[in-house]
């Protein structure tokens, strides 16, 4: 390609809403251009780039069986009615009606259709195990679109669904993702771990995220060195201090004016945080008789921790959740800042599973400017639900004792779910096993968002200059520099070069522009691609062409008909570097 020819353009400066490295890049470099909030072109460039991320997706997906198809953009609202999600999921969502005044819905997820696909095409256990894969648009109304292609509401996404007759099966399949992942990531020069994660509005039994850390991540993540342990913050556990052993003593109302807090509190009676009950108000949405209800919860946890709202929605099992209100606390006898279960009225009771082994906890009286000492769970108060809703923080121990967790920032790069028979279950999806029993499909869920991917890869590959593309993933291999000038010899070398490297299946962006050396090598800097070749009258008559790779200060002089012969072997140097990286990672829990 002849940078004369291409469509698109450098900017000096990126536009003021870009707001992280890799979006201000991507805009300056011509590869990316806004069209609305979080939905984007794709220039040339970048085009390129995600062919060959694609293409790599689809390597590793037929590596271990998986066979590609194409599921519809637009979906009938009815199945997602039957596995219960189009009441479950919000605003996030796109509905429509179509001319029928049938309810309609982009896809943000393909679980639903595969579940139908499925039930039409999946008759005996013979047919299974099977992997089918897609890379696909989706459309998520994101509330809150942010850092360019990191966060947005249209996108591709590679998304695969396991198909087993039993469990082992989808264990295995789920293992041979976590390893065409890595494949993935570390193909396309990106480093990530393997978290721990909620499964959320996926359901099923287990998930893991692939996380690339980054100061710009929306996601805390807590990871134990001496251990290993990694875990996203909205499903990490720790080894919680264990409360002294206790005879239990008289419950005591006690006056505490202007405590309303675990700190003030904790001040006035002179004990530590870990001695008091801190409550939590909240009102859920819960499924009762089969139908959704707001119910008004209160949590209690130990002064010394916080609540994590994703574990205590998970424990409550519930649609939604959300402060609860003055009233809505009243109304349950309980008072701000002086609540405890003890004669609440009407409300769903959730404690941390260290409650019960921590006596005599201060708690509040639910009276103004009162507390009770000595509060015991079972005898002064029980609950609905005993859980862990404790949020694990920089520093605590991690669940094995092995050392102390730190709070990293990353960004989710692919997620896997054992989905089992969430979605089969309740579409009808089934098959005959080898006694004739109808039993549904075992899933599993699989996704990488692809744009999300790029942008990941440009935000750890750059310098103060522009971009500097892995091999793998550049839109193109070399970029090719004229140095306009009077010396037709030059010009000659350069078009003659151009085409010799193409004939040789190297990937060129010749830079034939009428511009000065400097634009030249500034755009070449900022568009990222490996390997420069620049030709000139200078570098003619110092015996060649100069060749430069890309992030490296000094080029080399080579001659001129050696030049193709000499591109090869760094294009092969530098694939081989990046499978170097493509190792075999174990498998944790």
Known sequence: MRSSQLFSQTLRQAPAEAD???YQLLLRAGYIRQLSTGIFSYLPLAQRSLAKIMAIVRAEMDAIGGQEITMPVVHPADLWKETGRWYQIGAEMARFKDRADRDMVLGMTHEEVVGDLIRREIRSYRQLPQLIYQLQTKFRDEPRPRAGLIRVREFTMKDSYSLDADWDGLDAQYRRHYQAYFNIYHRCGLPVMAVRSDVGMMGGSMAHEFMYLTSIG????????????????????FQKPAAPAEAALPMQKVETPGTTTIESLADFLKIPRSKTA????????VSENDQYVERFVIAIIRGDMDVNETKLQNALKAKTMRAATEDEIKAAGAVPGYGSAIGARGAIIVVDDAIPTSPNLVAGAN???????NTNYGRDFTAHIVADIAAAREGDRSPDGAGTLRAVRGVEVGNIFKLGTRYSAALGATFLDKDGAAKPIIMGSYGIGIGRLLACVAEQHNDDFGLIWPISVAPYHVALILVVGDDDAARQAANDLYRDLQAAGVEVLFDDREERAGVKFNDADLIGLPLRITVGAKSLAQGGAEIKRRGRKDGQIVPVDQVVAYIKGEIAALYAEIGAAVVEVPFKE
């Open 367 to 373: 009276e103004a400017g009162y507390h009770l000492l």
């Open 20 to 22: 992280v490295r890799s």
């Open 218 to 237: 929306e996601d805390t993540l807590l990871i134990c060195d001496e251990s290993g342990y990694a875990a996203n913050r909205e499903v990490a556990t």
């Open 278 to 285: 801190k409550a939590f108000f909240v009102t859920a949405t």
